[in-house]
């Protein structure tokens, strides 16, 4: 099973001219952002089964999770305008189609 996970992540990481590190910083990015996420959940969970009422502060918990919002936008937007910007002119052989071949006899 960690095979699979690292084998991915290689997958994931890699480009076109070998590994690339945002690549690497999004990824990472992303498995903090739902491990902070999913540690908020459970300990609004434990709050909620031990005390039966949330009495701690949303907005701390807001706050958090506005943070990471935007702490995965402002590292995914530039990947996305930069792949945008890398495959924006880039031509692959099976989309051109030769049309002089159509009939030799």
Do not use: Q, W
Not at 64 to 85: F, Q
Request: with cysteine; proline share 1%.
């Amino acid at each position: 099973m960690l095979k699979r996970i690292t084998d991915y992540l290689y997958k994931v990481v890699k480009s076109n001219t070998g590994y690339s590190s945002v690549s690497f910083i999004v990824v990472l990015i992303g498995i903090m952002s739902v491990i902070i996420l999913v540690v908020i959940a459970v300990c609004m969970l434990v709050e909620i089964f031990t005390t039966h009422t949330i009495s701690s502060a949303l907005d701390g918990y807001a706050a958090i999770i506005g943070a990471i919002a935007g702490l995965v936008a402002s590292v995914v937007v530039p990947k996305a305008v930069n792949n945008y910007g890398e495959n924006k002119y880039r031509h692959d052989d099976s989309e051109t189609v030769d049309n002089n071949d159509s009939s030799l006899a």
